[in-house]
């Protein structure tokens, strides 16, 4: 079992940039949230939506800003940005099992396949020929890395995740479980009868410290490769279609579904389940709202929305009916209007 | 090979809570449709669309209500809800292979894990270091249970399912291929240039007797856990974001997308394909129609939906144009009308 | 590693049904694009989009239509249809590593299994009690074949694909990794207060020439089977429900959902993350665009959509507004109408 670390509110201040107001000597064990936090654990305040737990909080400490440390009473840990200054503190308290490094005995290793000091690959993975992991990466349990892959150093590829062959890399990328990298981008050519397949002859390149989450499929490129740029954070259930080029920093979350050859750019927030059509160019910038369809390129930065919002079903019934009468409403107002002008 | 079981219609009756009318000893051996069962077949009807087909049956004897016995030639097997007394004869005639309890010689089970009596492990599965299993439960080939998941009795895992560390499962829950509980919920705090990782302390509880679906991914909680009560039925391809809480007997169909903190009452319904944007709250017996979004809390019982329905593209087109101008067309009629009143 | 092949340009011409106008003896081998081809490589000019490159372009030969072949500057390859002659040639160069004939001694194969001559099965693939494969096909690493699965010649199964027991695949069938066939479909019967599995007693029939992406799932049916017509190709995480009918040479693009017992036609297109309900029918030929739901049975060929476009999301937060006033709307329009005509 993992260890459970400990550290001193002065410890914690220093290893997360946060002043400390309080007890220097308290023993901090885990994170706990304002509402259930107990003594021994810190807790923090980032959504407004919360404050009013302050007061009622029993955690031994609280990671605030200035002006919401007011209204603790606990020890506090002033931050100028308590969510990031979070994120550090989780971190230090993260209690998931290390790989070992070193191969288990029953995973079919390639004698071809090179792998630097400190490599874990887990039970029953598969690593292929000419396979090249860097060091401290691990390969989880069941895992599949095709011939020629290569992968960066410190790399965390958790069970059951497929890379198809010559897939790259950088360092630091996480990979979840269940995703596959690099299968054959989604192209035929129609001779009116029957689709004959456009085999896929790239690949997909993968850049630092990107993150990838559970059962997300990115695709290999048609003639070039798909390219997902460094710092780019993707969420579960994400398809990512062939020859597609995201920029860095984007953040893309659960169920989006890119189409082929759609370029987004830096900085960009792809919400839930939203969607791209293919060979269309999204700037940098732009966020989609969840569920929202991007039919056409965008050039301006900014946030963009499509859909209806929900609503009762027996109002929206009516609603959809009219929505397909739409064109004529606009038309008869218009009609209406100029009447009334004359 | 499965065995094929067969019943006479005295012993199905009794079996599936139904009042037999016709030959007590008619052997049946298996289900067909109304469409296209057979002599030695039980056919069903609960679905009123399908009431026509019961003159031409050739099924040995249908299940039915005692309206609708009327019509049959068959022998009845009158039930007060035909649909449920149909589900009770599938498991009847279930020949799915049963997995052999036992250890399969090529999985890897870590030697602190504890399996209770009838436990399954497949082949080439691999199981963690403190893992418990309770008794009768199966863990299909390829699976990875990563260390101190607890599963409870009587628990089916098909093959090729990733459990992360710490995953507690109720007793009777299934699990199809693919799916992935525990991974890490999609949290980042950004400083502006670049997304720091919110590492994921909590983990998943699931309830007793909860199904989930094939490539299902249910993320682990960032603080505490993502809960999914007793009863709660999942489709395949859903997403269920980090520290949601599903309650009991809520059913959630395929492609469903759930971001993270969401709250879902008792006995919901989510359409498939349907979602819900993060840190809201959706009251009991909240049924939500396919592919809507549900973008803010909803606290009354009832039916909702979002969406503008299908239509001919041509159509479609010219209507999507007026959508964007409908506030527009909202304040010219306003206009209109206070002229008219005048 | 792969060996990769050159052809002369008249070889070339050959394989791909295309007229040579150029250096019969020039050395071709790979493909490149127009913008990045470079000597030694083909290109291809299909999107008109892209006219405007052959002026430029570096490759020693250019794939295209008699018209665009005045433009061209290398060696011509003339076509009627350039994208399906590039097709052929995608197939030429295709470098992916071929699966080595045999079985791995790391794979678990039941002794009632029978596989034909040619067939390759992976490192820890499983398979089981009579399952029948046919020659030349290959099953990849991590595989589960369950029970009575039937396989044809020439089949793809590459790594980490769960076929469910008694699912039957015709030839030359691809299925990429983390797709799962042949899982329960989502049946139940409510009780009022909780829900009734129907076992799933029908199976999954998938025909010749059919190909399915990565992390697709297709569910068996409750009685009979769920049917996938020959020449249908299936794109990422699709999610196809229990008893759909698909019919031949039909596409389905990525993140498509489908419920249960929708019959498709033949040759319809079904745009990325579109959606159907259940138990309705799509005519041949229909087209639904990205991200649309059919929402009920559609009986001409055409192209049909739902959605209301993207725009700023401020502009949309006004319109979904009047959206959910769009009934009143309309009738208050009458209602003027109504008052202009007396």
Same mark, same amino acid.
């Given at each position: 079992m993992s260890i459970k670390k400990s550290y001193t509110l002065e410890e914690l201040a220093n290893l997360i940039d946060a002043k400390l107001v309080g007890d220097a000597s308290c023993i901090i064990s885990s994170i706990g949230t304002l509402a259930h936090a107990t003594t021994g654990q810190v807790s923090f305040l980032s959504?407004?939506?919360?404050?009013?737990q302050l007061a009622t909080c029993k955690a031994s400490a609280i990671i605030v800003d200035e002006k919401n440390s007011l209204n603790c009473k606990s020890s506090k840990l002033i931050s100028s940005d308590p969510y990031l200054s979070f994120a550090k503190a989780t971190r230090l308290f993260d209690n998931r099992p290390a790989p070992e490094p070193g191969v288990h005995p029953s995973a079919v290793v390639h004698e071809t396949a090179e792998l630097a000091p400190g490599v874990a690959v887990g039970a029953n993975a598969v690593i292929g020929a000419h396979v090249k992991i860097g060091a401290n990466s691990s390969i989880g349990p069941g895992c599949l890395i095709e011939s020629n892959c290569q992968i960066g150093e410190g790399c965390r590829i958790y069970g059951n995740v497929t890379l198809y062959h010559s897939v790259k890399l950088g360092s630091n990328v996480i990979i979840n479980s269940g995703s596959v990298i690099g299968a054959d981008g989604f192209g035929f050519a129609s001779d009116g009868r029957q689709s004959h397949k456009i085999h896929q002859l790239g690949s997909v390149q993968i850049g630092d410290n990107v993150d990838i989450g559970a059962g997300t499929t990115i695709d290999r490129g048609a003639i070039e490769d798909t390219i997902i740029e460094m710092g780019v954070k993707i969420d579960n259930q994400v398809q990512i279609g062939h020859n597609c080029h995201v920029g860095e920093h984007t953040i893309i979350c659960g169920c989006v579904a890119i189409a082929g050859s759609v370029t987004i750019g830096k900085h960009c927030i792809m919400g839930g389940a939203s969607g791209a059509v293919g060979h269309i160019t999204i700037a940098d910038k732009v966020q989609v709202s969840a569920? @929202?369809?991007? @039919?056409k390129s965008i050039s301006e930065p900014g946030m963009y929305s499509s859909g209806t919002g929900h609503m009762k079903t027996s109002v929206w019934k009516r609603n959809i009916v009219r929505f397909q009468q739409l064109d004529s409403i606009a038309r008869r107002l218009k009609d209406l209007e100029k009447h009334e002008t004359k």
């Open positions: 959504n407004p939506a919360y404050t009013d569920m @929202s369809l991007v @039919s």
